[in-house]
Structures are given as C-alpha cells and as structure tokens.
C-alpha cells in the first residue's frame, strides 16, 4: 500500500463513496421519464449513469445512453422537473454507507480538515448531507457546479488544497469512480478508490490511468493505515 508522510487532508467524492443514493435518483429519472410520456428505467441503468452531475444524467435518462444528447428543449423541460422532484425527495431512501459516520469519526479524532468533493450540484450536496446528518463533518463541500470544471478535471482538488493551504500531495481523494481516480492523480493527490460504490474498482484498478493507489472496502481503513504515520508523528 502506497503512504505519503503528512496527510494534511481528506477529500470524498458523495454518491458512491459517502452514501447510496441511487434509489431517490432513480426514483427522480423515472418521475421526470414519466412526466415526459416516457417508460421507466430499472435501478441499475441509473446507477450506471451517475457519476458525471444531474445535467449529464438528464441526458441519459432521456437518452437512454451514455453519449447521446437530448433536443434542449426538452432537455430543459426534463432539468427543471428533474431537480424539483429530486429536491423534495433527496434523502426518503438515501442512506449513508454502514460505516460511513465511523470512519468520518476516526479521520476527524487526526485534527485533520475532511472535504467533500462531488460533481453533484453544490446545493443539493449540502442539503442532502445535512439531511444525512454528515454535513458538520466537513471544513469545505464543493459541488460539481462550484467551479468552472468538474471532476475528473483537476481544478475542484487544487482549489481545495488552496483554500486549506496545504500541498495536494498531502491530501487523500476518495472515491469509487473513474472520475475520481483520474482528478486525483491530475492534481497530484493520493487515489483511494472503495469497492463498494458504483464503479467497478477491480476493473479500474486493471488501467494504468485509473488504478488506485489504495483499495478500501470500509472508510475506516483510512484511518488504520494512517495509524504508524500517526504514531511516529507523536514519538
């Protein structure tokens, strides 16, 4: 397992990685789906197409692919029924993973900042962690929509580590998609990628572009093996 000396931060992604949301974003797709006349999707073709921020899930939802755009207009009319929809309903089945709250709770015991960093769009971000109860958690929640790029461009993990004042190559990117592998190794940061998100994390651990250097299966392992750092810092 790769280390690095002084882990001055850890970044999240959110869907995936935090919690699982697919369910109030599947039920969102096919609310809007049938709003447009149209036959609804099974759970796991969303899953499929989440990842890149609600814009490009619109499109695919109405798609019914990953690449195709929809007509704008009616791409438009499905935006605006989709974010009300899922707005209202963003936590009724929305859960964080098991262990989730410990391993915020251990990292938090370093006296280290914790980020969430996700393509989702800032506000719904922070309305659905302060639902879920992890929003006290983090010093900093970036949204997809909070800087001119998003994942898996470097920008949202470079701008972090400037606004807490630290090196990126001393800040952890933890996340279970390909997005999140490639922004951390653009920006210079440790990858961590979970296995029990929606990527599939052996199969990107198989490129060289997108191989983790850790592999989790539960967040509190980040602090478990941050331990002989922590350790050795207080000898």
Known sequence: MTTIEHVQAVAFDLDGTLCDSIPDLAAAANATREHLGLEPLPGKTVESYVGDGIAKLVHRVLTDTREEQAEQSLWEQAFTFFIRHYREHLSDLTRPYPETEAGLGL????GIPLVV??????????ELLQQLGLADYFS????????????????PLLHAAEVLNIDPANMIMVGDSKNDILAAK???????????GYGDMTMLAQEADTKPDWIIGALPEIY??????????QE
């Open 117 to 126: 960093i996700t393509n989702k769009n800032e506000v719904l971000a922070v």
């Open 224 to 233: 478990e093996n941050l331990q002989p750092q922590k350790d050795k810092d």
């Open 107 to 110: 990292l938090k015991t370093l």
């Open 186 to 196: 653009a920006a210079g940061c440790l990858s961590v990628g979970v296995t029990f």
């Open 140 to 155: 900093l929640i970036l949204g997809g929509d909070s800087l001119p790029e998003k994942k898996p461009s470097p920008m």
